[in-house]
């Protein structure tokens, strides 16, 4: 292919690339590195109305609210280099009415910055979805369920079982143990789901996060993180959350499971996880029973090395009963969403084969809060 072929080649390309661009259904725009806002699409234009011609007078951030969410996620697109996403954004433009959107930010690679939204995604936080909410109705009536109608008779057959072993044969003994875990194992799980079932609210206080952590971490090194390499990166100047420290180590806890079995499945003796903080500026979400914004700006990163969440099951990795684990009751995310819904915060993941980062926004604590 001669030069002027190949030239045509590409100019061709460009022209489906802005196609492609134009006619995406999400609402896309790009901002350059100087921060104004150079181009989007009908999607953008449709979505945004009268109130674009804003958006694109000078520096985009300049015609956003004072700690908007999306200059935020510009600002991690840039910092950290790769596409960042942030779920159940609040978007409102001066004298617009605001509204919640997906939103997602990558480097273009010449400094600007793509920016999609997906009106209609649902934050796995404060305000779930129809089917989340569905979902977690459903796990709460069965854990009132189990809990009064399996415990009782478990707890008869566990006993049988034990008065059955100590009278077997030698070589019957071993079915009556067997019967003797398997009740163990029920019991477990309807202890695990009866946790869904208990509505009342976190008690909250001041708390330094990164001794939340610490705990956790010291826990799963002599545990399921055994012979990993387990790493912090920590902001030292955040602030205390707010949160009940009991609920934090069972979140977080899970978390780092999680990640453990995950890093431990690669089978060459490198699996990695990592813990991170830091503060992010303008993130708010909806409280869990309630339409008041608050924000919960502290963030905390689980992140492990390896082989990544199954694209099948990915939009519904917090749902009861979704598992990546064969033998998996697919209990222990869901009620990690419960818990930090409780909090008020917002939970999300990014997932690609030798990288998954979970991460986790919790408010922070007010001056009302502190202790005399």
């Not at 939204?117 to 779930?128: C, M, P, S, T």
């Not at 057959?157 to 100590?166: D, M, P, T």
């Not at 949160?243 to 003796?269: C, M, P, T, W, Y």
């Amino acid at each position: 292919m001669n030069s002027q072929n190949r030239a045509l080649s590409d100019g061709a390309l460009e022209l489906l690339k802005a196609a492609a661009f134009d006619l995406s259904p999400e609402p896309a725009l790009v901002v350059d590195p100087n921060g104004a806002l150079v181009a989007v699409n009908e999607a953008a234009e449709a979505l945004f109305g009268q109130g674009l011609g804003l958006l694109m007078r000078g520096r985009f951030g300049a015609a956003l609210p004072p700690g908007s969410a999306l200059v935020s996620l510009l600002d991690r697109a840039v910092e950290e280099g790769v596409r960042v996403r942030e779920r159940g954004v609040e978007i409102s433009l001066f004298g617009h009415p605001s509204f919640e959107a997906d939103g997602a930010a990558a480097p273009l690679g010449d400094g600007s910055i793509l920016l999609t939204l997906h009106v209609k995604g649902g934050a796995l936080g404060g305000e779930r979805t129809g089917a989340e909410q569905a979902g977690l109705r459903t796990i709460v009536g069965l854990g009132h369920m189990l809990a009064h109608e399996i415990k009782n008779p478990l707890a008869g057959i566990r006993g049988a079982a034990q008065l059955l072993k100590s009278s077997a044969r030698a070589e019957d003994a071993p079915l009556a143990q067997l019967i003797v875990d398997e009740t163990d194992r029920v019991r477990r799980l309807v202890d695990r789901m009866e946790a869904f079932s208990d509505d009342a609210l976190p008690d909250c206080r001041p708390i330094n996060i990164h001794l939340v952590l610490d705990r956790v971490k010291a826990l799963a090194a002599n545990g399921v993180a055994d012979g990993l390499q387990l790493s912090d990166h920590y902001d030292p100047s955040l602030p205390p959350a707010f949160g009940d420290e009991d609920q934090l180590i069972q979140i977080f806890l899970n978390l780092v499971k999680n990640a453990a079995e995950a890093a431990h499945s690669r089978g060459d003796g490198r699996g990695a996880i990592t813990v991170r903080t830091a503060y992010r500026h303008g993130v708010k979400v909806r409280a869990a029973k309630g339409q008041i914004l608050r924000g919960a700006p502290l963030e905390i990163k689980v992140q492990d090395n390896g082989p990544g969440v199954p694209a099948h099951i990915r939009e519904s990795l917090f749902q009861p009963f979704v598992s990546t684990k064969s033998h998996g009751a697919g209990l222990g995310l869901a009620l990690v969403a419960k818990l930090v819904a409780g909090h008020g915060g917002l939970i999300d993941f990014e997932s690609e084969p030798g990288r998954t980062t979970f991460r986790v926004l919790l408010p922070i604590a007010s001056e009302e809060d502190m202790p005399a």
